[in-house]
């Protein structure tokens, strides 16, 4: 029997978009901590990727940890 590829719940979901980080970022908003820039500069390729993966770690990491806590609460410990 073959397995599905589908993954389990929650499998690929990320806690932001690629794309609505990016256009916050070189809008110098700084989304979810990262580094603010000067939108009127821009950045390079290389920043934008470091700041993205550095920030969808930071997060996840953040959500990981919530719902470690969350669960605890329930169960009573």
Do not use: H, N
Request: with cysteine; aromatic share 10%; net charge positive.
């Amino acid at each position: 029997m073959v397995e599905s590829l589908r993954p389990t719940r929650g499998g690929f979901l990320r806690p932001f978009g690629c794309g609505w980080f990016i256009r916050q970022y070189l809008a110098g908003a700084g989304p979810e901590g990262s580094t603010k820039i000067d939108p009127a500069v821009g950045a390079p390729q290389v920043d934008i990727c470091f700041e993205y993966k550095e920030t969808l770690a930071r997060v996840t990491a953040r959500e990981r940890a919530e719902k470690i806590i969350s669960d605890k609460v329930l169960k009573g410990a």
